[in-house]
């Protein structure tokens, strides 16, 4: 139970990490090349994490057990990261 809301929190912490292009470059791997490509679409890094935070939603969504309530919370502050990030893009609109 507890490896499970680890590995979560980890995911949605990595997800915030990738918000820093210099940092998804080292963690991911991700080459030259890949992150030039990305560079044309407009806040890619946010769109990652938030590919990564569905992700995960989805995961918790489908797990098997309730681990106590812990995992209605996970995806409580899962949500809440979304939401901040959806609200992150509406800004940058401005």
Do not use: C, W, Y
């Amino acid at each position: 139970m507890h490896k499970l809301f680890t590995a979560v929190g980890i995911l949605a912490v990595s997800s915030l990490l990738a918000l820093a292009p210099a940092a998804q470059a080292q963690q991911g791997g991700m080459s030259q090349q890949g992150m030039q490509a990305q560079k044309g679409e407009r806040h890619p890094e946010i769109h990652r994490a938030l590919h990564a935070l569905e992700r995960a939603k989805n995961d918790l969504e489908h797990a098997e057990h309730d681990f106590g309530g812990h995992r209605a919370q996970a995806l409580q502050l899962v949500d809440q990261a979304i939401a901040q990030l959806h609200q992150a893009l509406e800004s940058a609109k401005k």
